[in-house]
């Protein structure tokens, strides 16, 4: 069982928007607003998408953006096109103990 | 351009031992904090260790579910990061990744990642 609860799959249509949830407690998200999330292509390694609850690296599409509310972070992807299609995974930095935990993933379908 | 290329993957038998390598590119391995995450088959990620920079003393941390079996290092001369995996389990079983941590940054994302290594653990 992993230590964020995401839901395990999404679908949405091209050009819609979809929204992605990440669920943890006042130990890890709600409590350091250290919240990072990452997509991964079959057979591939994932890619940095968000890291600082809503902050994009270089080269992200601003299609992506992050919120947080609570022990609850979300990614929102509008626009949605065919190559987003991905498994997307939650992260929370925590602690020097137990450092990172992930979420189980979440399978986003573009219909 | 950053790179991140892991080997020493392969099957090996419960109980066995095995080092992953992971050697890096346009950057320093020893001047950034590095990290092993593992994902079994059809799973999610899973943190595994991490080891500090040299200027942060270079301490190391493991998850749970590998501490006093796995031990993380780095030779600075080769700008190489090694996973020591010993008395291998079957729920090792994953495909191991070499990850560069932006420690500047609040969240400590994983900024830059290998293309991975298969370790199975079977008899």
């Known amino acids: 069982q992993s230590a964020l609860t995401q839901p395990a799959s999404v679908s949405g249509s091209p050009g819609q928007s979809i929204t992605i949830s990440c669920t943890g407690t006042s130990s890890d998200v709600g409590g350091y607003n250290y919240v990072s999330w990452y997509q991964q292509h079959p057979g591939k390694a994932p890619k940095l998408m968000i890291y600082d609850v809503s902050n994009r690296p270089s080269g992200v599409s601003n299609r992506f953006s992050g919120s947080q509310s609570g022990n609850t972070a979300s990614l929102t992807i509008s626009g949605l096109q065919a190559e987003d299609e991905a498994d997307y995974y939650c992260?929370?930095?925590?602690?020097?103990?137990?450092?990172?935990?992930f979420g189980g993933g979440t399978k986003l379908t573009v219909l | 351009e950053v790179q991140l290329v892991e080997s020493g993957g392969g099957l090996i038998q419960p109980g066995g031992s095995l080092r992953l390598s992971c050697a890096a590119s346009g950057f320093t391995v020893s001047s950034n904090y590095m990290s092993w995450v593992r994902q079994a088959p059809g799973k999610g990620l899973e943190w595994v260790s991490v080891?500090?920079?040299?200027?942060?003393?270079?301490?190391?941390y493991y998850a749970d579910s590998v501490k006093g079996r796995f031990t993380i290092s780095r030779d600075n001369s080769k700008n190489t990061l090694y996973l020591q995996m010993n008395s291998l389990r079957a729920e090792d079983t994953a495909v191991y990744y070499c990850?560069?941590?932006?420690?500047?940054?609040?969240?400590?994302?994983?900024?830059?990642w290998g293309q991975g290594t298969l370790v199975t653990v079977s008899s």
């Open positions: 990850a560069r941590i932006q420690w500047l940054v609040a969240s400590r994302p994983f900024d830059y």
């Open positions: 992260s929370s930095y925590t602690n020097i103990i137990t450092h990172w935990v």
């Open positions: 080891i500090y920079s040299g200027y942060s003393g270079g301490s190391t």
